[in-house]
Antibody, heavy 121, light 108 residues
Framework: EVQLVQSGAEVKKPGESLKISCKGS????????IGWVRQMPGKGLEWMGIIYPGDSDTRYSPSFQGQVTISADKSISTAYLQWSSLKASDTAMYYC??????????????WGQGTVVTVSS | EIVLTQSPGTLSLSPGERATLSCRAS???????LAWYQQKPGLAPRLLIYRTSSRATGIPDRFSGSGSGTDFTLTISRLEPEDFAVYYC?????????FGQGTKVEIK
């Protein structure tokens, strides 16, 4: 069974750093692209970026380029999303999701349960 | 960046009725790489349709997708109580992938 399990909720202060995780299981982690999607409170879905764990090829949305870093550790089948200096506007739910087709861009067929990040002084 | 505009913002319908949701792209979507997702409160989105018209695994046949170029449609032939939710379209033909702003299907 394919599963993406995300790390737990985080409460941080502005300026702090954070790294959240997404662990894949039940499939070949290195051969499917993994993406990250933001959903701010009461708002829609925003595509942040995507990584191919096999070689760490990464693409970012221009809206998020330079604001976050996406990485992966294929040895433990885990993708990451990190911030070096959080802002209050980073408060949101963050989802990881798997691209449907092996080795290629496709729709997201499996999603993590989401990680809530709250940034408040 | 391809901007996706969904309409209407909210659709008020009764169970058993037909729902037609629209997604318009600011430029042609490459290879019809257009998907539809359903999201219920407190849950992650669920893939319904990919490649414009292919149903994802386990999705009932009352859901269908159509369209090409810049105009795409999700149709729910007969609304079931569990279909009331928010629906998003997404294009993944060119980077950055983008989502529409969503259409809420609510009970009338």
């Amino acid at each position: 069974e394919v599963q993406l399990v995300q790390s737990g909720a985080e409460v941080k202060k502005p300026g702090e750093s954070l790294k959240i995780s997404c662990k894949g299981s039940g499939y070949s982690f290195t051969t499917y692209w993994i993406g990250w999607v933001r959903q701010m409170p009461g708002k829609g879905l925003e595509w942040m970026g995507i990584i191919y764990p096999g070689d760490s090829d990464t693409r970012y949305s221009p809206s998020f380029q330079g604001q976050v870093t996406i990485s992966a550790d294929k040895s433990i089948s885990t993708a990451y999303l990190q911030w070096s200096s959080l802002k209050a506007s980073d408060t949101a739910m963050y989802y990881c999701a798997r691209s449907k087709l092996v080795g290629a861009f496709d729709a997201f067929d499996f999603w993590g349960q989401g990680t809530v990040v709250t940034v408040s002084s | 960046e391809i901007v996706l505009t969904q309409s209407p913002g909210t659709l008020s319908l009764s169970p058993g009725e037909r729902a037609t949701l629209s997604c318009r792209a600011s430029q042609s979507v490459s290879s019809s790489y257009l998907a539809w997702y359903q999201q219920k409160p407190g849950l992650a989105p669920r893939l319904l349709i990919y490649r414009t018209s292919s149903r994802a695994t386990g999705i009932p046949d009352r859901f269908s997708g159509s369209g090409s170029g810049t105009d795409f449609t999700l149709t729910i032939s007969r609304l079931e109580p569990e279909d009331f939710a928010v629906y998003y379209c997404q294009q993944y033909g060119s980077s950055p992938w983008t989502f529409g702003q969503g259409t809420k299907v609510e009970i009338k």
